[in-house]
């Protein structure tokens, strides 16, 4: 068998290790499902950085499994370079502290997105059911 | 259906020497907000604190807690 033991798991791996900052929310930048997920949004662009963003709503299991792989129950989940960084709170208060634009500023790179990039493709296509 | 003390009560006897101060955010009974602070916290990063909070309530979060909002304190 050449498929993966669990796809969606793998897929969700991929997208934190691909894409330096990465947001897995409800609903997609530009429509947000969700207050939190909107106040998180805010924070990214009040700083100006280019990140990537997975709306969770289409397959409850995407939700599912990256709560397994980050071990965090809730969303939005924000990720810099591979690592959890928080939820909406912690983002909040790393924006206001300046230690998101501390982080994001190190961990910035020239093949970042240069525009709010969505994830697309495969398991984590991104599908607008509002 | 949970309300804010119930999680108050359980946030404080879950986690040894925690004080929490919780509010019900909407009025609805699944949208909170807590301020928790305990010595436990102490040495952990901000990610460890929520994770201890949030293990109180396991599968509630996200379930019959739609959401938790939490600020940790550390003593």
Known sequence: ?130 | MPDASDIKLRIEAAIPGARAEVEDWTGGGDHFRATVSAPAFSGLSRIEQHRLVYGVFGEEIGGPIHALSLTTISE
């Open chain 1, 1 to 130: 068998m050449s498929e993966p033991a669990n796809p969606i798991r793998e897929a969700i791996q991929g997208a934190i290790a691909g894409n330096e900052v990465i947001l897995f929310m409800k609903g997609t930048p530009e429509a947000p499902a969700c207050g939190f997920s909107a106040r998180t949004v805010g924070a990214l662009q009040s700083l100006d950085v280019p990140f990537a963003a997975v709306d969770i709503l289409p397959d409850p299991r995407i939700r599912q499994e990256l709560s397994t792989v980050s071990q965090w129950p809730t969303i939005p989940q924000l990720f810099v370079g591979g690592e959890l960084v928080g939820g909406c709170d912690i983002v909040l208060e790393m924006l206001e502290s300046g230690e998101l634009a501390e982080l994001l500023g190190v961990a910035e790179t020239s093949d970042a997105p240069q525009a709010p990039a969505v994830v697309g493709g495969g398991i984590l296509q991104i599908e607008n059911r509002l």
